[in-house]
T-cell receptor, first 113, second 114 residues
Framework: GENVEQHPSTLSVQEGDSAVIKCTYSDSASNYFPWYKQELGKRPQLIIDIRSNVGEKKDQRIAVTLNKTAKHFSLHITETQPEDSAVYFCAAMTTDSWGKFQFGAGTQVVVTP | GAGVSQSPRYKVAKRGQDVALRCDPISGHVSLFWYQQALGQGPEFLTYFQNEAQLDKSGLPSDRFFAERPEGSVSTLKIQRTQQEDSAVYLC????????????FGPGTRLTVT
C-alpha cells in the first residue's frame, strides 16, 4: 500500500521567512495530493491540493510543487506570519482507491515574531 | 452553512464498555470517511461510505469496530469492548462526490479509555 513520509517533524521560522515541508510517497499510482492545516484542538482544513497532471500550484503565499518522477511533493509558505503556526499534514491518494488518503505524520510549524 | 459535526466531542469510557460516535456530514455530500488520529500523528483511514454503501472498511483495526450509514446521511462508528489502545481522536470527513474531491473534516471526538 501507499506510504507517505513527511519532513521535518518540526520547523521553527522567523516571521517573514519562508517555510518548506517535503513529503515522499511510494505508490506511483497516486494522483491527488492535498495539504491540510490543523491548529491545536481543531479540525484539519484543506489549504491547497495538486493533481498529478500539474507540476506546481500557487495560492497567495502558499505553493505546492510535485515531482512525479521522484515521487515527492512540497509545501512552500512565503512571508510567514504567526497565524501560520499549526501542524501541517500532507496526503496522497489514488482516485481509484475510494478517497483513501494516506497521511504523513505531520510537521509542527512555529512562526516566531 | 453548517459544516461536518460530530458528537460527542469528548468521551471517556471504561475498558470493556461499548461506545458510539456520531457524524453529521455536510448536507448533500455523497462520500463519508472515518479516520483515527493518535496523538502527534496524522489521521489513519478507517472506512469509507458512498451514500449508504460501505465501500472500504480495510482500515478498521479489529472486528470490535463497526460503522454504518443506513440512510446515506448520518453515520455512526461503534467500538465494542473498548481497549486502552482505542484512545484517540476519531475524525469524520465528507466530500461532495467520490475520490479526488476536497474532504471536509469534522471537529473530531476525543475518546479516552481508562
Amino acid at each position: 500500500g501507499e506510504n507517505v513520509e513527511q519532513h521535518p517533524s518540526t520547523l521553527s521560522v522567523q516571521e517573514g521567512d519562508s517555510a518548506v515541508i517535503k513529503c515522499t510517497y511510494s505508490d506511483s499510482a497516486s494522483n491527488y495530493f492535498p495539504w491540510y492545516k490543523q491548529e491545536l484542538g481543531k479540525r484539519p482544513q484543506l489549504i491547497i491540493d495538486i493533481r498529478s497532471n500539474v507540476g506546481e500550484k500557487k495560492d497567495q503565499r502558499i505553493a505546492v510543487t510535485l515531482n512525479k518522477t521522484a515521487k515527492h511533493f512540497s509545501l512552500h509558505i512565503t512571508e510567514t506570519q504567526p497565524e501560520d503556526s499549526a501542524v501541517y499534514f500532507c496526503a496522497a491518494m489514488t482516485t481509484d482507491s475510494w478517497g483513501k488518503f494516506q497521511f504523513g505524520a505531520g510537521t509542527q510549524v512555529v512562526v516566531t515574531p | 452553512g453548517a459544516g461536518v459535526s460530530q458528537s460527542p466531542r469528548y468521551k471517556v469510557a471504561k475498558r470493556g464498555q461499548d461506545v458510539a460516535l456520531r457524524c453529521d456530514p455536510i448536507s448533500g455530500h455523497v462520500s463519508l470517511f472515518w479516520y483515527q488520529q493518535a496523538l502527534g500523528q496524522g489521521p489513519e483511514f478507517l472506512t469509507y461510505f458512498q451514500n449508504e454503501a460501505q465501500l472500504d472498511k480495510s482500515g478498521l483495526p479489529s472486528d470490535r469496530f463497526f460503522a454504518e450509514r443506513p440512510e446515506g446521511s448520518v453515520s455512526t462508528l461503534k467500538i465494542q469492548r473498548t481497549q486502552q489502545e482505542d484512545s484517540a481522536v476519531y475524525l469524520c470527513a465528507s466530500s461532495l462526490d467520490g475520490p479526488g474531491y476536497e474532504q471536509y473534516f469534522g471537529p473530531g471526538t476525543r475518546l479516552t479509555v481508562t
